[in-house]
């Protein structure tokens, strides 16, 4: 059975993420890998090539500097409204994102959104096991930030929400339609007060609320990935 170390290590193995440190501290920026890579690393999954990328500060400016320090062609694209960036280079896709916290306002469920630190955009995922963030810069490389026990829940086959569930699903009633995703994808198991909140909020799933909620129907709709 491989180590945590060893995980960490074969994660961190390409190098694109030694780019992404040197952008990182040449910027005095806090960055961090988070979600899903991080997450299939410790599943012995194949990771994909879909890496997303958090920093405390601009995640445009990271994504502008990094694209500069790639070797090769690289192909970057600026979402200013959303305070994001994309790299594709090589065979990765590269998702930059400036830490957040975010507040709903259930009339337009459209999130207002507020620069955060780690902990608040952690807060902010849908579950334990797609808040781990392993850190890039040089100072502490590698260093697992674990805040909810993401990594007790990869081992139980656990699916579980960071913050209470009524928050977490009424924030947004799409993640409930993924924990049922991930929980048949990954062969995990709802959690019992994570699965009864999805029972109690399943009426946001009632023809009138996702027909009038523009933001959720296109979610909803979304083939699942």
Not at 14 to 35: C, M, N, S
Not at 77 to 95: C, D, H, P, R, S
Not at 137 to 163: C, E, S, Y
């Amino acid at each position: 059975m491989k180590t945590q170390k060893l995980h960490i290590e074969e994660a961190l193995a390409p190098a694109v993420f030694g780019h992404v440190q040197k952008a990182a501290d040449a910027l005095g920026l806090e960055t961090y890998v988070i979600g899903g890579y991080v997450r299939d690393t410790f599943l012995d999954r194949p990771r994909g090539h879909d890496i997303d990328i958090v920093t405390v500060g601009s995640g445009i400016s990271l994504a502008k500097k990094v694209a500069k320090l790639l070797p090769g062609e690289n192909n970057i694209q600026v979402f200013k409204n959303y305070g994001t960036a994309m790299i594709k280079w090589q065979n990765m896709q590269l998702e930059f994102v400036g830490a957040r916290k975010e507040s709903y306002d259930h009339q337009s469920r459209n999130p207002v959104v507020e620069n955060g630190s780690l902990e608040d955009d952690q807060n902010r995922r849908d579950f334990t096991v797609n808040a781990l963030a392993l850190r890039l810069n040089k100072d502490g490389f590698g260093t697992l930030l674990d805040p909810f026990n993401g990594i007790q829940d990869l081992t139980a086959k656990v699916l579980r929400t960071p913050r209470d569930p009524d928050i977490t699903y009424s924030d947004d009633p799409l993640r409930m339609l993924r924990a049922v995703r991930f929980a048949t994808q990954l062969n995990f198991e709802i959690d019992k007060t994570s699965l009864l909140s999805i029972k109690k909020n399943n009426w946001y799933f009632s023809t009138s609320f996702v027909f009038q909620n523009k933001r959720f129907f296109k979610g909803f709709c979304k083939k699942p990935v």
